[in-house]
């Protein structure tokens, strides 16, 4: 869905808008060039002096936190929603009520992904990347391995947004002390170890970075962040970097140049948002098109295991997709909510995995199951297609 500035009182407000006369108290305003009927609420806290705006869209019947307001710096910031997963859900599903919205219609994640940084679906969705990559190694041939959303590239888990929910202490942080990991579970902590040379479990490494780990003089790396805020990160760490390309675009049309790469050998991997419901539909869309162009790449999608219908049908419908050759594996940690939000853990989807990966996630998400689950809740399911 297309961002809009927002007008109230008729002046556009608009990025690097100063806030001088903003009173910090709600207000109403519309979308830029959408509907009379589109209405935006923007509610401020004065000790955090942040601003968060939800739009809602009523031809959709949809709630969207879109963009957030900080007075700090005296300028619209857009493109960052709010400050945490808690604070957001629990803000739009106020403001949603207001408006009479049904409270499925309010995104339930973060959008920044530092604020999730080194949590269990990290930890699943990592020892999966690196399998796959450390497999596509055992072959001289080079390949490309193509993120659609990278992120910001590595997480400083002291800063602000790591520490809001601190959910990387029920990720990495029970696997940090441990002396009974298996072996590809060491592997991975022991790559996250060489960011955390003095000991201390200070610093995350995204996927671009643990990816960096693994690649070879051959292979290359194309990245792609649409936010603005974690492409400067990205791109000062790794576009200057031999053999790499950092985008500031959307990875669900980029890669679309990219297939097939030239040496006909590739990786891609598909971890979206899913702030909004159409985000399934558009990787479902984006991934039919990639194996159309490149039907041997190896694709790895990583998704929330939510009690939404979306969530749910997910697997099944990518299965569709690769009818002959698939890795389904899925970590749940916690128990499903009475109210039906929250995370309850995370799946990947491997299309075309490589030869061992299965064998190795069946021995290895059991073991993840009993350590990283909450309460008695941890399970873990591997099934699939694969040689």
């Not at 710096?73 to 739009?92: E, F, I, M, S, W």
Request: proline residues 8%; positive net charge; charged residues 20%.
């Amino acid at each position: 869905m297309e961002r809009r500035p927002l007008v109230a009182n008729g002046p556009a407000f608009s990025r690097g808008q100063p806030l001088k006369t903003f009173d910090f108290s709600p207000r109403i305003f519309r979308p830029v060039g959408s509907s009379k009927r589109d209405r935006a609420v923007v509610r401020c806290r004065r000790s955090h002096r942040h601003c968060s705006a939800w739009v809602w869209y009523p031809r959709q019947n949809l709630f969207v936190a879109e963009i957030g307001i900080s007075a700090t710096g005296g300028q619209v910031l857009d493109g960052t929603p709010c400050v945490g997963a808690r604070p957001c859900r629990a803000g739009a599903r106020a403001h949603a009520l207001q408006f009479g919205i049904p409270p499925s219609n309010v995104p339930m994640l973060a959008y920044r992904h530092a604020f999730h940084a080194g949590n269990a679906a990290d930890v699943l969705k990592h020892i999966v990347l690196l399998g796959v990559l450390e497999r596509m190694g055992a072959k001289d041939k080079g390949y490309w391995y193509i993120d659609t959303h990278a992120g910001a590239g590595s997480y400083r888990l002291s800063e602000r947004m790591a520490q809001r929910l601190a959910e990387y202490q029920t990720g990495i942080g029970l696997l940090w002390g441990r002396k009974d990991l298996p072996p590809p579970v060491a592997d991975y902590v022991r790559r996250i170890r060489e960011f955390n040379a003095d000991g201390d479990l200070r610093t995350y490494p995204g996927s671009p970075a643990l990816a960096s780990m693994v690649l070879r003089p051959q292979d290359r790396m194309r990245l792609f962040e649409l936010h603005t805020t974690d492409f400067r990160a990205l791109n000062a760490t790794w576009g200057q970097q031999p053999n790499v390309e950092v985008r500031n675009s959307d990875g669900f049309s980029g890669i679309k140049a990219l297939l097939p790469p030239p040496t006909r050998r590739g990786v891609v991997l598909v971890d979206p948002s899913y702030e909004l419901d159409s985000d399934y539909g558009q990787l479902v869309s984006a991934l039919r098109d990639a194996i159309a162009r490149f039907a041997t790449g190896v694709y790895c999608v990583w998704y929330p295991q939510l009690q939404s219908l979306e969530s749910i049908r997910l697997p099944k419908r990518l299965k569709a997709l690769a009818p002959s050759s698939w890795i389904h594996a899925q970590l749940t940690t916690s128990a499903p909510r009475a109210d039906g939000y929250g995370l309850m853990g995370s799946g990947m989807f491997i299309i075309n995995p490589p030869f061992g990966l299965q064998r190795s996630l069946e021995t290895v998400l059991p073991w993840l199951a009993r350590v990283l689950g909450q309460e008695g809740a941890g399970k873990s399911v591997v099934e699939g297609l694969a040689p």
